[in-house]
């Protein structure tokens, strides 16, 4: 996929006497801070395009208040603005807008999206090698806000600042009548610029990712020219750097140390930019059904890992499962042995293939889950010598 990296600028600041106004205030003037919202983006699987039209930030101090309930605070850009989050890796943020908050306890954050009307192109997607942009079917939740997990104090003087992870890649479901739903799953992250940096050379559809455990905790793609990657605002703690794209061998920096807030650590240079092994057997699929109870709304998603006998469990690929039949293809998926390295801070860092991953080399464990159900693991799932079909799952 090839990423253009560009910043916009939204200003859609509020007074404080307006705000107060809209706090319930009029009466005696209360100690006030400010909010700024900003937006960004993890990438996407299978997508050069996920357009997302914003229309407003809302937040609240009660977590029971209703969308029509007095004591909201709302950030309303000027005019709903069209985003196409795939402009944001690499650490560039979309900034929504500020406004003076009455200090205190805020229980409630909702992104309030346009939504589909009249076969319109508020939210739509364009796929991979496609120039046609395809209407995404939007959740009533787009007209009162996605609630978003986020609780926050502001200090009176003080400035607290968000920035909301838009993650297309699982926000995006395939329909068994060949359209697509959004099903937004956003993060709210540090705003504070630091994180992982890097230089890869070329290779197609290169995905990077900082994993614990084999957890996806930040992920980009580096640029089309240069190679420079920046897996951006990750909270302080040890990563593994974990590294795919097409017919190449995973490719793993164990244990990379990020000490601060503000610290960003190098793992190549440009100079000495890591190279992915070229794989001597072609990439296979993994594919199948994840079935959950009937009349559920959730998606399924699948997620394929290796475990290092000594060094870090990893993902190597994850993808949604169609919302309406359950079906899902794991697509180049690596044979070859995964190359690990272990993070020195004197670069370069050497890599070497490693057979002692676990299930085995070109060998899976394929886990499924949903939001709210029991996720389930199929190991091994072989595809040293062809391509596995059948990989199902059912989801209580």
């Not at 395809?134 to 007209?143: D, E, G, K, R």
């Not at 609630?147 to 329909?175: M, P, R, T």
Request: glycine share 10%.
């Amino acid at each position: 996929m090839n990423f253009t990296i560009r910043n916009f600028s939204l200003a859609a600041s509020l007074s404080a006497a307006g705000l107060l106004a809209a706090c319930g205030g009029g009466g005696s003037p209360q100690a006030s801070g400010t909010l700024s919202v900003a937006m960004t983006d993890a990438p996407s699987c299978g997508y050069d395009a996920v357009n997302v039209t914003v229309n407003k930030v809302r937040v609240h101090q009660s977590a029971s208040a209703g969308e029509n309930d007095a004591g909201w605070t709302d950030i309303t850009l000027p005019a709903p603005k069209k985003i196409n989050l795939l402009d944001l890796t690499n650490g560039v943020l979309e900034q929504l807008g500020e406004t003076a908050l009455a200090a205190g306890h805020y229980t409630q954050l909702r992104l309030v999206l346009d939504s589909n009307t009249s076969g319109g192109m508020a939210n739509s997607i364009v796929l991979t090698g496609s120039t046609n942009e395809i209407s995404l079917n939007t959740p009533s939740a787009v007209q009162s806000g996605l609630k978003l997990g986020h609780e926050f104090d502001v200090a009176a003087g003080q400035k607290v600042d968000l920035v909301l992870d838009f993650d297309a890649c699982k926000s995006i479901v395939k329909k068994g009548n060949g359209g697509y739903a959004l099903k937004p799953v956003i993060n709210v992250i540090p705003t504070v610029l630091n994180g992982i940096n890097g230089y890869i050379s070329p290779a197609s559809n290169v995905l990077v990712s900082a994993q614990q455990n084999g957890v996806v905790i930040r992920s980009t793609v580096p640029n089309a020219t240069t190679g420079a990657f920046f897996l951006a605002r990750v909270a302080p703690g040890a990563y593994d750097v974990v590294i795919t794209a097409d017919n190449r061998a995973t490719t793993v920096i164990a244990a990379v140390p990020v000490a601060t807030a503000t610290s960003t650590v190098a793992v190549s240079t440009a100079a000495t930019p890591i190279s992915l092994q070229t794989a001597a057997t072609p990439a296979r699929t993994i594919s199948g059904t994840v079935t959950l109870p009937s009349g559920s709304t959730e998606a399924g998603y699948v997620a394929a890992r290796q475990s290092f006998a000594t060094g870090p469990k990893v993902m190597v690929k994850y993808q949604g499962a169609d919302v309406t039949n359950g079906t899902y293809t794991l697509l180049n998926m690596p044979t070859a042995a995964p190359q690990l390295g272990q993070y020195s801070a004197t670069l370069p860092i050497t890599f070497t293939a490693r057979t002692d991953t676990m299930p085995g080399t070109g060998k899976y464990a394929v886990e499924a889950s949903a939001n709210g159900f029991t996720s389930k693991t199929v190991t091994p799932v072989d595809i040293t010598t062809a391509d596995q079909t059948g990989v199902n799952f059912t989801l209580q």
